[in-house]
């Protein structure tokens, strides 16, 4: 694990990201999503948590802020469900294990996944002042973060859960030098073990998530829940230049396991979500996590580490082999 260990913390540096919006532009999504846990999972949310993980290069000494657009759940951008009656709950957390606690790297709101320590936390309801408005956490000292080594950097983590009504919360993050505006960190990267994401409606828009693969990896478990049936989700590498993958229906998961070739090792890849167009699928939500062979989940970066992975066609094609 130590050269892979380098391989993120030189890749980050040398890419020069600008990152930390989230979801970034690369993935085309329109926004992360979270339901009021009185909601049905046929809504598109399986456990109405979301948990993402803010990386702060260990050089940078300026404090950051965490902001939220539309962190209030009103308005036009929100899906409503009979009347708004939802509230939702943000915490940053930061300190000793709030990234490495096991339970923290987890799918589910189980054991003690808000592991670390508690630096912000508020609550949003039907607050039409917040509606399509940035509320910003912060300001945070980059130590405050837990120092993660493989990083070599500070890791925060935020979490949005649902904590009453019925409704779906539209929302995004961007992790910023300023309080009251977007400014961006040299460096710096935000990623998810799961992800929970609004489609968008036009059938020509293409959504993408960027797992990263690392050595250790010689296959691949692709988890995807309640897609309604939206098209196709296809996986691209520089070695594969369309893997198709079975999507779910309504409120069902539907998964997918297929071998890692030498060649995707220390990539990433992109995981597409290509729309049908007919008949229309309107405010489709959907759930996303991608396992090893051992059962680890696989992060997704937001802005994915090598950049975005595109298929050589000469490339020589070889299953992995065992050592």
């Not at 020069?16 to 926004?31: F, H, R, S």
């Not at 709030?98 to 320590?117: F, I, L, Q, V």
Request: charged share 25%; hydrophobic share 35%; net charge negative.
């Amino acid at each position: 694990m130590k050269y892979f260990s380098f391989l993120i913390s030189a890749l980050l540096i040398t890419a020069g990201l600008q990152a930390q919006p989230v979801p970034a532009g690369d993935e085309n999504i329109p926004y992360l999503m979270t339901f009021g846990p009185k909601a049905g999972t046929s809504w598109g949310d399986d456990d109405f948590s979301q948990t993402f993980f803010f990386l702060v290069p260990k050089g940078f000494s300026q404090s950051v802020y965490i902001r939220v657009y539309d962190p209030d759940i009103s308005g036009s951008t929100d899906e409503v469900n009979g009347v708004f009656d939802t509230r939702m709950t943000y915490s940053v957390y930061g300190g000793k294990e709030s990234y490495s606690h096991k339970d923290a790297m987890e799918t589910s709101p189980r054991g003690n996944y808000k592991s670390g320590n508690l630096l912000a936390s508020k609550t949003f309801g039907n607050q039409v002042d917040y509606d399509n408005k940035w509320y910003t956490f912060g300001p945070f000292n980059p130590s405050e973060g837990e120092f993660v080594q493989r990083f070599d950097g500070y890791v925060f983590k935020v979490i949005c859960d649902g904590m009453a009504g019925d409704d779906g919360n539209l929302y995004r993050y961007f992790l910023s030098t300023r309080m009251d505006e977007n400014k961006a960190i040299e460096g710096a990267n935000a990623f998810a073990y799961e992800y929970s994401f609004r489609m968008h409606d036009n059938a020509t828009e293409v959504s993408h998530i960027y797992p990263l693969v690392d050595d250790r990896t010689i296959s691949v478990k692709l988890s995807n829940f309640d897609w309604d049936s939206d098209g196709l989700i296809r996986c691209v590498s520089v070695a594969r230049k369309g893997q198709l993958c079975p999507v779910s229906g309504e409120d069902v998961w539907a998964e997918k396991e297929f071998t890692i070739f030498d060649e995707e090792k220390n990539t990433s890849l992109d995981i597409q979500f290509i729309k049908r167009k007919t008949p229309p699928v309107k405010n489709n939500n959907v759930v996303v996590n991608v396992r090893n062979q051992y059962g680890e989940l696989l992060p997704f970066y937001v802005i994915p580490i090598g950049g975005v992975p595109k298929y050589k066609a000469g490339i020589d094609v070889r299953p992995m082999t065992k050592k």
